[in-house]
């Protein structure tokens, strides 16, 4: 169901060096839940007011919240203890003195007493004090956990150094642990964490003496709800409570000090900047959009900025793990930026409370992430619909935008527009591709694979074409599939060639690719490859996605399973699938385990690693299947070619199938296979093996007549 906390995606740790601890954990979970259990460090006013952050949305669902705190002693208090007075006295004094009703306070901070005010005069909140017996007197309760529940029974606990004050939220350096309750690792620590609140709750924890709150700190609890319902009735555009997450920059992004830009790089920004903001930059994968467009995004912030302008950035990809690889990115510009994915309650109250913030204090930046499904969705089109200040579209792997259900929610009130992509024409997509060029703009750089080699952006390679053979029954799936293709790109139907998966063409041509990228032949020949590197690290192996499809319309075996199977048992390298049914945890670790050079030898993936994930250490690349889209082979040999320290040169061996060659079939062959044959070439001539590959290629391109490819 849509408002379980399940269905947030939440990180096993928040650390304010890569988080918004605030934007990314207490606001979506608290958005969803009607149960907040709370023990914190020092009871103030300032704690308290960023306790309320989240709860709008907390206390429209009926939810009731338990908090436990220390009270905030000061010289004076202890002096007083020390001098003999009822510790219970100073300690319900220490209370009241942080809701004194005098005290001025600013709106953001009122605002936030004033709704746990409310919640207290509605009886959904309750607080009690904690106090320690230690062996030489009193002492001050600092345990920091937290339960999040909600009515479905599910629980997210979190402890940690997060305490709860001004300081802790805004300059200090933080951390929380997270575990979710329907995850069987974390269930143990959640239930321990449950009973110790309990028990604490209750009473019964040894050393500990829990006091109940002062009716006159509920009466003062309760006047700061009413005065800062009045304050609110009274202000028309009340400034709303926020916490800055770049209190230097105002949120604008900065070059790091140990970032030098290449030449290419600057000659792409300045480009740029010279179009008014607008264009295409169209680098091989590996020479650095993500930097190059961040170091754009700081230079045209300077620019607003010296204008007392304000900025609102966009950057959609395509894939949850690049919205972690932005994100990172990001903070390294000293950006710490809303992560929009999943459901709106997840991300949607933190973005319209940062946009309210810029409105409000007019100058500064501020920065979203978010996944190409999220874009799309109606919740975020209202939200890129309200926004009323400059705004910049960064758009990564931006090919995908040209599909007619995402281009269709591009802003076209977006003053700035940067598109990054190594490849951006789409495939059999030409209306798609048009569309892109028109909302974006001209394509203002192109650093091909022979350039970004040559300018020692990417390693030097030999590239190794092994040509297999179809099976008779898998030549026969394959002509019967060439024929239906033929026909239906010879009808030139507009809704038919498209690069869209679920079209007519686009299904054909991955049946097509199915048959081609199961040919059994390629298994006794991935042996023999492996076999002359039992003893290397950093092998890639991309498998076909699916089990082999058999010609009564049923399928086979995973060739994944197989290679792994091959790889692993049979020939005795450490090898690990990298897929979407490892957790996501699981494949952070396989990437961290792979890095090393001394644990896992060979990764054995089908798509998960063709964007987002960054293997630079990648050595040897196994290439067993891609799909229809020459783009798919391009990503994939962009990320073996990224340069890494003692990386001289990456190997990458392509297991390309022969097709029957049926002389009826020769012309819709030809045309399929020209752009599949010439990536080959291309990738061939670019070799440091480029005349050895060549000949390899070349009867194949003889009997289609494509040596001019």
């Known amino acids: 169901m849509a408002d379980m906390l399940r269905t947030l995606t939440l990180e096993d740790s928040y650390r304010s060096d890569r988080s918004n601890v605030v934007g990314e954990f207490y606001v979506p979970c608290l958005s969803l839940a009607n149960r907040y259990d709370r023990a914190v460090g020092y009871f103030t006013s300032k704690s308290l007011a960023l306790v309320a952050r989240g709860l709008e949305g907390f206390k429209r669902n009926g939810g009731r919240i338990r908090l436990i705190a220390s009270p905030h002693l000061t010289d004076g208090d202890i002096d007083e203890m020390r001098a003999g007075y009822t510790y219970r006295e100073i300690i ?378 179809l099976g008779d029954d898998e030549a026969e799936q394959y002509t019967e599939l060439t024929v239906k293709i033929g026909a239906l790109m010879r009808s030139q139907e507009p809704d038919s060639v498209s690069e869209d998966d679920n079209s007519p063409l686009g299904m054909l041509l991955g049946m097509r690719s199915k048959v081609l990228g199961h040919a059994r032949a390629k298994m006794p020949a991935l042996r023999e490859a492996l076999e002359r590197h039992r003893d290397s690290f950093f092998q890639l192996i991309y498998c076909a996605e699916g089990g082999a499809p058999l010609i009564d319309g049923g399928t086979g075996p995973r060739q994944v399973e197989q290679v792994l199977e091959l790889a692993g048992k049979e020939l005795g390298l450490r090898a690990h699938t990298f897929t979407s049914r490892e957790h996501k945890r699981q494949r952070r670790d396989l990437l961290r385990s792979f890095a090393t050079g001394r644990d896992l030898q060979v990764l054995v993936s089908m798509r998960c690693l063709d964007e987002g994930v960054d293997l630079p250490d990648a050595r040897v690349a196994y290439m067993l299947a891609s799909s229809t889209n020459p783009r798919q082979f391009i990503q994939r040999r962009g990320r073996i070619l990224r340069r890494a320290p003692g990386k001289s040169f990456a190997e990458v061996i392509d297991f390309v199938v022969t097709p029957p060659q049926d002389p009826a079939l020769f012309e819709i062959e030809r045309r399929l296979f020209r752009r599949e044959l010439a990536r080959c070439v291309e990738f061939a001539g670019y070799a440091e093996n480029h005349g050895e590959a060549l000949a390899k290629l070349r009867e194949l391109r003889d009997y289609y007549q494509l040596l001019d490819v």
Request: hydrophobic share 45%; glycine share 6%.
């Open 92 to 469: 319900a004094k220490a209370v009241l003195r942080e809701l004194d009703p005098d005290t001025e306070r600013p709106s953001k901070e009122l605002a936030g007493l004033g709704l746990l005010g409310r919640l207290i005069a509605q009886e959904a909140m309750d607080v009690k004090i904690a106090i320690v017996h230690g062996r030489e007197g009193l002492a001050l309760y600092h345990e920091k956990i937290g339960l999040i529940s909600d009515k479905y029974g599910d629980t997210v606990a979190f402890t940690g150094s997060m305490n709860e004050t001004s300081s802790a939220f805004l300059d200090n350096f933080e951390s929380i642990q997270v575990f979710r309750s329907w995850n069987e690792n974390d269930k143990g620590r959640v239930d321990i964490l449950r009973s110790d609140f309990d028990e604490l709750w209750a009473g019964r924890t040894p050393r500990l003496e829990i006091l109940d709150f002062p009716a006159v700190a509920k009466e003062r609890f309760i006047a700061l709800g009413e005065r800062a319902g009045e304050l609110s009735n009274e202000t028309k555009d009340p400034e709303p409570l926020v916490v800055s997450t770049d209190l230097t920059t105002l949120g604008w992004a900065r070059l790091p000090h140990d970032v030098e830009l290449r030449d290419y790089q600057k000659t792409a920004i300045a480009k740029w900047l010279s179009a008014n903001g607008r264009g295409v930059l169209q680098m091989a994968t590996g020479t650095g959009k993500t930097i190059t467009a961040l170091a754009a995004l700081d230079q045209i912030g300077r620019q607003l900025h010296t204008r007392d302008l304000s900025l609102v950035t966009v950057v959609v990809v395509p894939l949850l793990d690049l919205v972690e690889q932005w994100s990172a990115e990001l903070r390294n510009f000293g950006v710490v930026p809303i992560k929009c994915r999943d459901l709106a309650a997840s991300w949607e109250p933190a973005a319209r409370n940062a946009l309210a913030a810029l409105r409000a204090r007019r100058k500064g930046s501020i920065t979203l992430v978010v996944t190409n499904a999220t874009f799309r969705a109606a919740a975020f089109q209202a939200l890129l619909s309200s926004i009323d200040l400059p705004l910049l579209v960064i758009a990564d792997e931006a090919h995908h935008l040209g599909a007619e259900h995402l281009r269709t929610a591009l802003p076209a009130h977006a003053q700035f527009r940067l598109a990054l992509s190594a490849t951006p024409e789409r495939w059999f997509d030409p209306a798609g591709t048009d569309a892109l060029k028109d909302y974006f703009g001209d394509i203002l750089t192109k650093l091909g694979l022979k350039e970004a080699i040559d300018l020692g952006a990417l390693t030097r390679y030999r590239y190794h074409p092994v040509l297999v053979p």
